[in-house]
């Protein structure tokens, strides 16, 4: 049994990508690069752009012929473009798509593939094992023995809702994954000779804001900087109001997280900014770049 995956948009739909191959190989299939030899294939999408979304029409539109002259072949459409509330105009407009998955979600996938196909594995224990966030992630196919960097989403969804954004609409509110989730993960890929982790969220140094109990993000760097065979920690995106001096202690101060540090300013002009609802100005934005200059040199 063979599988592909597609993938468009962001780092977090490559992490996205990564844990439903992880979640495929878990049942038994191999990866192929070869679409139409595949027994399941997973379109993940993207609808940030315009030529993104095109790009996933695009591409179901192609496999229909594949589908019609292997209609075993089960095809899943995840990600943005098909967000987190049921779509009832996609499921007419590609009523040969097997199954919905919402972005970072393969267990829709992993149930029709068991109950379909007749996988044999522990039902208790399906939901949890097999979804995305479980720490004993494997490495796809193709990336064993062949990459060094791994992505660990640390923060799903967005609370932020700048007013031309989709993604709080397409990804859901904010949700922080447990520390220990993350560590169990950050543990895993160093074993599978991962050297350098990047922590994704869409506002990526809110993390734990909607969970006290969390530790902070710099805190949580510091944990994951003490596991054997992290080299290189790295972090994305961040947003100019959350980017404390703790933060940016921790960047100039711990020799393993990268003097690496990405916030986008998304406009010059404070009118702009304002009607975006970004909650800072082009001045506000000048002055952080300046002190992060100062405290982390060369940066």
């Not at 105009?89 to 992993?110: C, E, M």
């Not at 960097?149 to 922080?176: D, F, K």
């Not at 000779?193 to 993390?207: H, N, P, S």
């Not at 909650?279 to 770049?289: M, N």
């Amino acid at each position: 049994m063979k599988y592909h995956v597609w993938t468009e948009g962001c780092q977090m739909n490559v992490a996205d990508s990564e844990r439903v191959s992880s979640a495929l190989e878990h049942l038994g299939y191999n990866f192929t690069p070869v679409i139409e030899e595949a027994d399941v294939v997973v379109l993940n999408t993207c609808v940030v752009r315009q030529s993104a979304e095109e790009k996933a029409y695009g591409r179901l539109t192609t496999l229909w012929p594949t589908k019609r002259a292997r209609p075993e072949m089960v095809i899943n459409l995840m990600g943005c473009l098909v967000g987190i509330k049921d779509n009832p105009k996609l499921h007419k407009r590609f009523p040969y798509v097997d199954v919905f998955s919402a972005p970072s979600d393969p267990g829709p996938l992993v149930e029709y593939l068991i109950k379909n196909h007749g996988h044999a594995v522990d039902a208790a224990e399906t939901v949890r094992r097999y979804a995305v966030m479980d720490g004993d992630l494997v490495l796809p196919q193709p990336a064993v023995g062949q990459q060094v960097i791994g992505w660990i989403p640390v923060v799903y969804g967005c609370s932020h809702a700048c007013t031309y954004c989709i993604i709080p609409y397409r990804r859901g509110i904010e949700r922080s994954r447990p520390p220990e989730e993350i560590l169990k993960e950050a543990h895993a890929l160093a074993a599978q000779g991962i050297k350098e982790v990047t922590l994704l969220g869409q506002i990526v140094d809110r993390y734990s804001l909607d969970n006290p109990a969390y530790p902070s993000l710099a805190k949580l760097m510091n944990q994951i900087s003490e596991i054997e065979g992290i080299e290189r920690i790295r972090f994305l995106t961040s947003h100019p109001n959350w980017m404390n001096d703790e933060l940016l202690d921790c960047v100039a101060e711990n020799p393993k997280v990268m003097p690496h540090i990405e916030i986008p300013n998304q406009a010059g002009d404070d009118t702009v900014l304002e009607n975006m609802k970004r909650g800072y100005t082009a001045d506000q934005y000048r002055r952080l770049v300046q002190k992060i200059r100062a405290r982390i040199p060369g940066v």
